[in-house]
T-cell receptor, first 115, second 116 residues
């Protein structure tokens, strides 16, 4: 069964450093998403991406964040200058274009720890 | 905008007993509803979803949920739980897409613990 994959599973970084989280969505999916889950809190939407551009972003997704689909398979989330409060589990998700289906399939997550 | 309320943060249940995890939502538009499960140290897995049609939906692992529009609820049930059902359960909602797939809004989750 096809699945969304994410690397690395755990990333530790120093405050102020740049990090790139990588995702490989399911191959025939065209919508891509990033969510995050701060420890003990709910899963929060960050950004959605379709047709090589951002379709929606939340208030959390400020200028420190960016997303990119550098090739036909990867989807990345970059945090330019990490802060302590960026420590969280980051989930990538993808869905088909089929209107009305709206089922998002999630990857296993990347746990980001900012020291 | 949508919101989701899961009133029960933790639910302990004896093995083979029935369970109901509650979910209420708020939305000004029609919605799609989902339940996801997160096993320890894993990602989110779709349990079931309601898009339209029959209000009783069946999912994987013997779970089912009933959409109640008048009560704006989408409670998850299982008649007999197993140890392997120990996990965090998230209710989520998205608005009907207007030309695209919309974001999911999640509840705070319910930690289901099965007692042997």
């Amino acid at each position: 069964e096809p699945e969304v994959t994410q690397t690395p599973s755990h990333q530790v970084t120093q405050m102020g450093q740049e990090v790139i989280l990588r995702c490989v969505p399911i191959s025939n999916h065209l919508y891509f998403y990033w969510y995050r889950q701060i420890l003990g809190q709910k899963v929060e939407f960050l950004v959605s991406f379709y047709n090589n551009e951002i379709s929606e972003k939340s208030e959390i997704f400020d200028d420190q964040f960016s997303v990119e689909r550098p090739d036909g398979s990867n989807f990345t989330l970059k945090i330019r200058s990490t802060k302590l409060e960026d420590s969280a589990m980051y989930f990538c998700a993808s869905s088909e274009e089929t209107e009305g289906t709206d089922t998002q399939y999630f990857g296993p997550g990347t746990r980001l720890t900012v020291l | 905008a949508q919101s989701v309320t899961q009133l029960d943060s933790q639910v302990p249940v004896f093995e083979e007993a029935p369970v109901e995890l509650r979910c209420n939502y708020s939305s000004s538009v029609s919605v799609y509803l989902f339940w996801y499960v997160q096993y320890p140290n894993q990602g989110l897995q779709l349990l079931l979803k309601y898009l339209s049609g029959s209000t009783l939906v069946k999912g994987i692992n013997g779970f089912e949920a009933e959409f109640n529009k008048s009560q704006t609820s989408f409670h998850l049930r299982k008649p007999s739980v197993h140890i392997s059902d120990t996990a965090e359960y998230f209710c989520a909602v998205s608005g009907h897409p207007a030309g695209g797939n919309e974001k999911l809004t999640f509840g705070t989750g319910t930690r289901l613990t099965i007692i042997p």
